[in-house]
Nanobody
C-alpha cells in the first residue's frame, strides 16, 4: 500500500505560480505511473497531467504549456509546477499512482488526500 501526501497548495494571484509536491511512503511508488488530477467544487475530478516510468508526459489541453509534471525518484516525490495560473485553475489537486498512464481517475490505484489551490485577486 502506497500512501501519498500532497503539499504546496495555497492562495495565489492570477498569473502567479505554485509548485505542488507529492511524497510517497514506499519506494515502490517509483515503479508506478504518476498522475495529477483536480476537482473544483461541484465538478467531477479531472485529469491534469501524468508521467510514465519512461518519463513520457501527458497533459490536459487546459494546462498544456503552463503546467509541468516532474519527479525525483530518490525523494519518492512527484511535482506539478503550475505557471500562469488562472481563476479556472482553482480546485483541490490530487496526486495518484497507477500501473498505466490514464486520463481516467479509475485508472489509478493510490491517491493522496489533496491540496487546495485558489487563484484569486
Amino acid at each position: 500500500q502506497v500512501q501519498l501526501v500532497e503539499s504546496g497548495g495555497g492562495l495565489v494571484q492570477p498569473g502567479g505560480s505554485l509548485r505542488l509536491s507529492c511524497v510517497a511512503s514506499e519506494r515502490t511508488f517509483n515503479t508506478y505511473t504518476k498522475g495529477w488530477f483536480r476537482q473544483a467544487p461541484g465538478k467531477e475530478r479531472e485529469f491534469v497531467a501524468a508521467m510514465t516510468l519512461s518519463t513520457v508526459t501527458y497533459y490536459a489541453d487546459s494546462v498544456k504549456g503552463r503546467f509541468t509534471i516532474s519527479r525525483d525518484d530518490a525523494k519518492k516525490t512527484v511535482y506539478l509546477q503550475m505557471n500562469s495560473l488562472q481563476p479556472q485553475d482553482t480546485a483541490d489537486y490530487f496526486c495518484a499512482a497507477g500501473r498505466f498512464a490514464s486520463v481516467r481517475a479509475n485508472g489509478y490505484n493510490f491517491w493522496g488526500q489533496g491540496t487546495q489551490v485558489t487563484v484569486s485577486s
